[in-house]
């Protein structure tokens, strides 16, 4: 099976949407398929990868965002009529679902990836009051169900606002790099620190705001209040990245330059005591399982889909300095909380996911016949 993937919202900095496409394209090939991929420049037009082929085409930027975004229909339908592909795998509901019907013209089964979960963004970054944010995010909904073969969400709390609508959109968890991302210390001798020693956090994940990264700030600040010595290393770049330098000046808060060696990163994550995930609409998490991964405990919002991937390797709190700097205290005297963290992630891995994801494609295709 030849599986076309295309997904919008990737950018040279991005995170876990980047990083699900590039492992479900080399599983897919692993287990004996072909992948392709079509996302926004800049970069080379055409390059072979270890996910497949490649395709990177011109996008218009959109200001303040640091994404792009293809807009040309005419040169992506003649870009995909040109790849020829036996799967559609679209990871975008909103500018590129006409591409579902691109595909029921040509006989090939398309599914679609809800990677963000329409009725929090629109309740919380739109001037939309919350009962036609609820009714908008539910008739986008049925309408992407309408055009694609399937609907896959990465967690139960991304699937909710398509059950509710009676559409069957399926669960598929992502996974982690268990090698790249393991602990860079001894689990079984790590000893938190007492009073009086340093505390380690770190923030790993896009600076946006939707991503909440401000409260991770303000935990530092609350947790100095309450005497910790504490320091913050903050991984993630986005265009809240300023404004969070300004306002963490008078804190031990350290801002870290992109890092794009994976194993790099991982090294210097493993080496604090607690994670801070503050993401209220995250509909998997994928940074917070990398971290959980090296062996760290987190704290995450009792809001979307983050307490469904920590579990009880962290602690899910309200989103305030306060709550959150309760659980860092919580984690920090919960015995045996690192190598929890590191068992947790291990229930995830991408080559299941893939797996997943490849029924789903054959299902689609099984009833997807080919035009004559």
């Known amino acids: 099976m030849h599986i076309l993937r295309v997904a919008n919202f990737v950018s040279p900095t991005s995170g876990g949407i980047k990083t699900a496409l590039r492992a479900w394209g080399e599983h897919y090939r692993e287990l004996g398929h072909e992948a392709s991929l079509i996302i926004p420049g800049p970069g080379p037009e055409i390059s072979q990868e270890a996910q497949g082929t490649v395709y990177r085409v011109p996008a218009t ?18 870009l995909m009529d040109a790849v020829a592909p036996d799967a559609l795998e679209v990871s975008d509901r909103s500018t590129t679902r006409w591409m579902g019907r691109w595909a029921r013209r040509r006989g090939v089964g398309s599914v679609m990836i809800s990677h963000e979960h329409m009725t929090g963004i629109l309740v919380r970054r739109t001037p939309i009051p919350e009962g036609a944010a609820v009714r908008t995010a539910d008739l986008i909904n049925r309408r992407s169900a309408h055009d694609y073969d399937a609907i896959v969400c990465p967690s139960r709390f991304a699937a909710e606002e398509f059950h509710r609508n009676g559409i069957d959109a399926r669960v598929v968890p992502l996974g982690v790099d268990l090698h790249t991302f393991r602990p860079s210390r001894d689990l079984a001798t790590y000893r938190p620190p007492g009073p009086g020693e340093p505390l380690r956090l770190v923030h790993c994940g896009r600076l946006s705001p939707e991503k909440r990264p401000a409260l991770s700030v303000e935990t530092v600040r609350e947790l100095g209040r309450r005497g910790h010595d504490v320091e913050m290393t903050v991984f993630g770049h986005g265009p809240m990245r300023e404004e969070l330098i300004e306002r963490a000046r008078d804190l031990p808060v350290v801002f870290h330059a992109y890092i794009t060696d994976r194993a790099e990163l991982a090294a210097r994550m493993g080496t604090a005591d607690v994670a801070l995930a503050p993401g209220p609409l995250e509909t998997f998490g994928l940074a917070a399982l990398e971290v959980l991964a090296c062996g760290v405990p987190a704290v995450c919002p009792d809001e979307g889909a983050l307490q469904e991937v920590v579990g009880d390797a962290g602690v899910v709190a309200p989103s305030t300095p306060a709550a959150f700097a309760d659980g860092v205290e919580t984690l920090l005297a919960r015995p045996g909380a690192a190598p929890r963290a590191r068992e947790q992630a291990e229930r ?7 797996q997943a994801m490849l029924d789903v494609h054959a299902e689609v295709a099984g009833r997807r016949p080919r035009p004559a």
């Open 61 to 78: 930027p959109v200001p303040g965002t640091g994404y792009s975004l293809m807009f040309e229909r005419r040169a992506l339908s003649r």
């Open 348 to 354: 995830f891995n991408w080559r299941a996911s893939a």
